[in-house]
């Protein structure tokens, strides 16, 4: 168990409105991925960030945007919240080899 | 335009048999292949991965099979125990390992005492 940890557990947002996501890996890994789990779909990748860089990113628009602390702690940020971003968000620390999960957050958008 | 598939939602299989759970995949630049589990109200877990230099990878009860040319790979677990009732992911990578992980829809396993 990595301990990866995420907050909050759930959310409820109104449509237009600004969320923000955190994660923390205790493990100490440095690359922090972000996926977006819409009901009875796989995650999907949103981006990557390594060493406080964004290093890699999925097919969605610029809503979406994050941030990596020294840390190695991650929020990802979603601006005008639409329906459609309801979803599980998960956060996985480690490269793609060793990549373990949090819980997630999952985000109810009214 | 899904890259991962998985066709099957869900599945059952009665307690000390083999399940047997499929994927296939579009992109021919995937390299790396991983399968996950999950239980309700937990993130994913990591259970087995395979190369694409590989066709087959083995852990205790799991095995995965790679079939790089039908572009289909398959996770066997026998024997099957009730506690591996949760949804598998089937997911593909690139070559190096900050490639970013695609994963398929799931397959729901339930195994029946």
């Known amino acids: 168990d990595a301990g990866v940890t995420q907050s909050p557990t759930h959310l409820i947002k109104t449509r237009g409105q600004q969320v923000t996501l955190r994660c923390s890996p205790k493990?100490?890994?440095?690359?922090v991925s972000w996926y977006q789990q819409a009901l009875g779909q796989g995650p999907q990748f949103i981006f990557q960030y390594y060493e406080e860089e964004e290093r890699q990113r999925g097919n969605f628009p610029d809503r979406f945007s994050g941030h990596q602390f020294p840390n190695y702690s991650s929020e990802l940020n979603v601006n005008a919240l639409l329906l459609g971003d309801s979803a599980l968000y998960l956060c996985a620390a480690g490269p793609r080899d060793e990549q373990y999960f949090g819980p997630g957050t999952r985000l109810t958008v009214t | 335009d899904q890259q991962v598939k998985q066709n099957s939602p869900s599945l059952s299989v009665q307690e000390g048999r083999i399940s047997i759970l499929n994927c296939d995949y579009t992109?021919?630049?995937?390299?790396?292949f991983l399968w996950y589990k999950k239980y309700p109200a937990e993130g994913p877990t990591f259970l087995i991965s395979?190369?694409?230099?590989?066709d087959k990878n083995e852990d205790g009860r799991f095995t995965v099979f790679l079939n790089k040319s039908a572009k289909h790979l398959s996770l066997h677990i026998v024997p099957s125990q009730p506690g591996d009732s949760a949804v598998y992911f089937c997911?593909?990578?690139?070559?190096?390992?900050?490639?970013?992980?695609?994963f398929g829809p799931g397959t729901s396993l339930s195994v029946i005492p």
């Open positions: 992109n021919s630049m995937f390299d790396y």
């Open positions: 997911a593909a990578s690139g070559a190096t390992s900050y490639d970013k992980v695609i």
């Open positions: 493990s100490g890994h440095d690359t």
């Open positions: 395979i190369s694409s230099i590989k």
